[in-house]
């Protein structure tokens, strides 16, 4: 824990420690690590002299908070009401399925992480994946592997590189 608190001692500031920060500071520790921790958590709370528990809620109420880092490449499936009418659910459960993963979940080579997400603002592309930063429109559970295909051989040649 201590070496967390000195990972984290130009996040947690003198100047910041009033619970109003505490959103800000999660957001933060998200943003250099990728997900909170529960030890991150727990130095946070610390810092701001509240509960564990009381992170632990604002944490789990907002869905901007991860619980597990992303992957290499992350996947959103987007889950709007176009996407869903047009397949969405279909095309998730297919992503999941050939990634091996459960939504919210990352690969065990920590290539591929895979997420839902209300909404990527492309209606008309709809159902919608965004793998990085490329949009893939008008998934289909079968174009989900072609599209994974193109990824996972990148993805394996660099991890063979490093």
Do not use: W
């Amino acid at each position: 824990m201590e070496e967390l608190k000195q990972e984290l001692a130009d996040i947690l500031k003198p100047d910041k420690k009033n619970r109003r920060h505490l959103i800000s500071l999660l957001q933060e520790v998200q943003q250099r690590s990728g997900y909170l921790s529960k030890e991150a958590m727990l130095a946070i709370a610390e810092f701001l002299d509240i509960p564990g528990s009381t992170v632990y809620g604002i944490v789990t109420f907002y869905n901007q908070f991860r619980f597990t880092p992303l992957g290499k490449h992350p996947v959103k499936v987007c889950m709007g009401t176009a996407c869903h009418l047009s397949g969405g659910k279909l095309v998730l459960e297919a992503m999941a399925r050939e990634l091996d993963i459960e939504v919210g979940g990352i690969t065990s080579d920590h290539g591929f992480s895979l997420d839902r997400v209300a909404c990527v603002g492309c209606c008309a592309l709809a159902p919608v994946v965004v793998i990085g930063d490329s949009v893939y429109p008008k998934m289909t559970p079968p174009k989900v592997e072609e599209v994974l295909v193109t990824i996972k051989p990148v993805s394996q040649e660099q991890s063979e590189k490093q």
